[in-house]
């Protein structure tokens, strides 16, 4: 009597138990969808004079691989003036976005400025977060500005 008393207190244990695992479940699948990520570049020569073109090397680094992940890209110029162009052709214009289909790309920027000039590059996922570069380029009429004047000796 004792045995089968102890075996229903067993199976009605194990029984709670069970259902309180299965209520805590969500029958639904947890799929990650959004997965940091960074933009790296190679060195980007710094003094630039109107009319040249510097090369920006970019890769895109993925935390994670979602199928359905989708990148865009833009930029806005704070100071200076110049032309921002991808590796495929396409002449940006500042703040519109563009579709990145590739993790290996190359950014082509061409001053139009004597003066110091800034751009800023956002990548972005279709999640909302961002990745941002910023690229400082010195004319060489600055440059010429620093240094001494060995004349003057």
Not at 36 to 55: A, D, L, R, S, Y
Request: glycine content about 4%.
């Amino acid at each position: 009597m004792k045995k089968k008393i102890l075996n229903t207190i067993w199976v009605m244990g194990v029984l709670s138990v069970a259902v309180f695992c299965l209520s805590a479940c969500d029958h639904e699948l947890d799929i990650q969808q959004a997965y940091p990520f960074t933009v790296e570049t190679m060195p980007v020569q710094k003094h630039i004079i109107k009319g040249q073109t510097t090369e920006i090397r970019c890769t895109l680094k993925r935390q994670g691989r979602f199928e359905d992940a989708r990148y865009t890209i833009r930029y806005f110029q704070p100071d200076g003036k110049g032309r921002l162009k991808m590796d495929n052709g396409t002449i940006f214009k500042p703040n519109d976005r563009y579709p990145l289909t590739k993790e290996e790309f190359r950014l082509y920027y061409t001053s139009a400025s004597t003066d110091q000039q800034t751009i800023d590059v956002y990548v972005e996922d279709n999640f909302g977060q961002t990745a941002k570069l910023s690229f400082e380029f010195n004319s060489q009429r600055d440059e010429e500005k620093e240094k001494p004047n060995e004349d003057k000796k």
